[in-house]
């Protein structure tokens, strides 16, 4: 009668099997690597071939010479590896003593040498140099599908452009100014801010600031709504004491205007220091905030 149960087994590199056993005698898991013979087909004969020859393993007993020895392993990888085991019903401890005894034993010198090969080693690199060539062709596509290859260079080609020249580059625009990554990320260096009107309640802060404005809704019947900023760029609620001070005062104040002036869509008034732009079907206003509004 065979000594121990195999309940799981993994194939390791193709050269070895992890084989998860149970005692016969006492019902306890443990681990014992096993050395794979070549083009060896995992059967149910072969398996009960293998009980027969396997022993379960005997604690270890420590000695005057045994030494503590510590490894370093990533929290990640650590997390992974404790997690598989639990799958597998056996401890982190008992895989490791499993691997020790497995690369302590003469016979096992040769599938060692196979995983520690440098023909093997490169192999595994050049794998690995391929997949980060197909990240990076991948990752080259999406920047150009969003406009984002070249953002250094935009960028930089940009520096200095002023708030009445990013209108200008906004200037007849489909629909919403449909801003690039680029453009949105150059608006919040320079701490510039678009708004933009968005179906017929919803008005949108992008750049610099980016929030979103409720209008209840805007009908031509009720044709004008209040948006005020607070000191830090935040749209101010309507019942709140800072708002009604800062619309008595017209401090931050931008009265939004749907389908009811100058036949546009959206309008936009404010004493904010700002530049206007005309899109398709859309009115737009690019503010620049004073510093006090600026993120940047």
Known sequence: MSEVKIINIVPLFGSALLTVVESMESGKKDVILVNLPTETVLTSKYIEKLEQMLSFPGDI??????????????????????????????????????????????????????WLSPIRILDELDLTAAELERVRAELLE?????????????????ANITLKEFAEMLEGRDCQPNLTANELLLAEKRGFVVVYGYSDDLVEFEGAIREEGDTNPLTKDSPAGVLVLSEKGVLLQEDSEQYAKYLEENRNVIRVYYCCKDNLNWAFETDIPHETFLTLNYSRIANKFVSMFATT
Request: glycine share 2%; charged share 30%.
């Open 61 to 114: 007993q420590s000695s005057e010479k045994s030494e503590d020895v510590t490894v370093e392993v990533e929290s990640e990888l650590y997390d992974k590896i404790t997690k598989w085991c639990t799958q597998l019903g056996i401890s982190l401890e008992q895989l490791v003593i499993a691997f020790i005894r497995f690369c302590t034993s003469a016979d096992n010198q040769t599938t060692l040498k196979e």
């Open 142 to 158: 999406i920047k150009q599908c969003f406009g984002i290859d070249k953002q250094e260079l935009f960028l930089e080609a940009n």
